[in-house]
């Protein structure tokens, strides 16, 4: 989602203690408590009316009416994943098929024999009872659980699935306005102590919402994200270039960077940047990496990611299916594996080479859509991702922009935008969660003080920085 910011991009909508703002891309209020107080009013009334015209049966009728009422409005306003709403009807429906029968055996009928209904039909209920039970903690399992994790997440959070639904509209209406996508250039020059003269280009790019999550089972899940990527010239000459990726940053020497190919299958000057799916982190090669702990997330991400692991694997251990079980006994065997590790789960797949428990995973495999220079796309690396995706995972609408050339946005001198010290999106209960500075402030201390990112006011210190940690 990269987009210009001439568009009515979002409104101050909250101050933060030490006077920090942050910005909303979706500013209308969800449902509030005035729509449930009108629900409340009404369906009392309906349930007057019922019962003046119809008794009983019409109260009945009200009430089940309005229940359907209240389902609706809380998908609509509350911070539960739609999806796991249907997978909890489908769960009470078996409960109810296992336990409706039961009255049935505590109350003999006189029309049938004791013989025929507690030897003929309370054996094939059992049966029946029994592959039930199986089915639903099948299902409980599959559909329930692996959501835990993301649903506990997403109640912390205001960047709910219904925001992240409304943002994907809003930005469907900017490109019909706009369809070129934006980057946001800024050259900085500087000189280190022997005198080495140094350009550095930097690329900066604004997505309107963090999807990781809700896309690829990442980490987070916030509105806006800035992400960057610089080139640095040493005496005008090609060096390196530097990737935020989540704002921890890499570096690649420009003779092992990615290089587009042109149609004759020229190596060309524009490096090819990988771009995960969701999160908006940049690579220097295609990668799909799956670990629980791809960077310094919350203690409350990771021990929740850790839950899920553990959760999938001792299903596999307990799955009435011989095949998966046996597949989870050699795995465990195999690899030794301390189920108390925060990485225990990592590289435990199946038959087919699929990952067995859906840890957070960061897709950037370069088979997607391609912005900027266009080159010959056959000819550069990319890892196949439709088999690290589930379909819950990755079925949702996309808008892509229909021009595939960058506008250009200098930022020298800096437009006043750049020296908004808040959030770009609103804060969160989970740091992860919340918005990001923007491409020049970092986030505030524990003193609330907002200091220039070192990647913006001291570019060679972290260009120093990122050589050092290879």
């Known amino acids: 989602m990269l987009f210009h910011l001439n568009e009515p991009l979002a409104t101050f909508i909250g101050k933060l203690e ?169 050259v900085a020059r500087e000189q280190d102590a022997e005198g080495n003269n140094w350009t550095i280009l930097q690329y900066h790019f604004f997505y309107a919402f963090n999807d990781w999550r809700l896309a690829a089972n990442g980490i987070n899940h916030h509105e806006g994200d800035w992400e960057m990527t610089a080139v640095y010239l040493k005496n005008d000459s090609p060096y390196a270039v530097l990737f935020s990726q989540h704002g921890a940053g890499n570096i690649e020497l420009w003779e092992k960077v990615i290089k587009a190919k042109d149609k004759d299958d020229k190596v060309t000057t524009h490096p090819v940047v990988y771009v995960a799916l969701g999160s908006h982190a940049n690579y220097s090669k295609p990668e799909v990496i799956r670990s629980s702990n791809l960077y310094e997330a919350g203690r409350v991400q990771r021990f929740l990611y850790w839950t899920d692991g553990l959760i999938h694997y001792l299903f596999l251990l307990f799955n009435p299916s011989q095949k998966a079980r046996q597949i989870a006994l050699k795995e465990l065997i195999a690899s030794h594996a301390n189920i108390l590790a925060e990485d225990a789960f990592i590289s435990m797949r199946d038959e087919a080479d699929h990952y067995v428990v859906s840890l957070p995973m960061e897709i950037a495999s370069g088979d997607g859509f391609r912005l900027g220079y266009q080159g010959d796309n056959l000819r550069e690396p990319v890892v196949k991702s439709t088999s690290y995706l589930k379909r819950v995972m990755s079925d949702r609408k996309v808008t892509r922009p229909s021009v595939k050339e960058w506008q250009r946005v200098v930022l020298n001198p800096e437009p006043d935008w750049v020296n908004y010290k808040g959030l770009w999106g609103v804060k969160s209960a989970l740091s992860d969660e919340s918005g990001p500075p923007g491409p020049k402030w970092d986030r505030p201390d524990n003193l609330f003080n907002v200091n220039p990112r070192v990647r913006w006011e001291k570019p060679l210190e972290w260009l120093r920085m990122l050589e050092g940690r290879r």
């Not at 209904?117 to 029994?130: A, D, R, S, T, W």
């Not at 930005?171 to 306005?177: G, M, P, S, T, V």
Request: proline content about 5%; glycine content about 6%; cysteine-free.
């Open 18 to 186: 030490g006077g920090q703002y942050f910005l909303r891309f979706i500013n209308e209020p969800l449902y509030d408590s005035d729509a449930w107080a009108w629900l409340g009013v009404s369906s009392a009334l309906a349930m007057g009316a019922g019962y003046y015209f119809f008794g009983w049966a019409g109260v009945e009728i009200a009430f089940a009416l309005a229940l359907i009422a209240a389902l609706i409005l809380f998908m609509l306003s509350s911070t539960i994943r739609w999806r796991i709403i249907p997978a909890a009807f489908a769960v009470l429906l078996f409960t109810a098929l296992m336990v409706a029968p039961i009255w049935f055996f505590l109350h003999p009928s006189e029309y049938m024999s004791v013989a025929v209904e507690y030897l003929v039909l309370l054996p094939i209920y059992l049966i029946l009872l029994f592959y039930l039970s199986i089915r639903t903690m099948k299902f409980i399992f599959d559909h329930i659980l692996p959501e835990g994790p993301g649903l506990i997440m997403d109640m912390l959070s205001l960047a709910t699935e219904t925001i992240a639904r409304k943002s994907y509209f809003e930005y469907a209406k900017i490109l019909e306005k706009d369809s070129q996508p934006v980057f946001y250039g800024r």
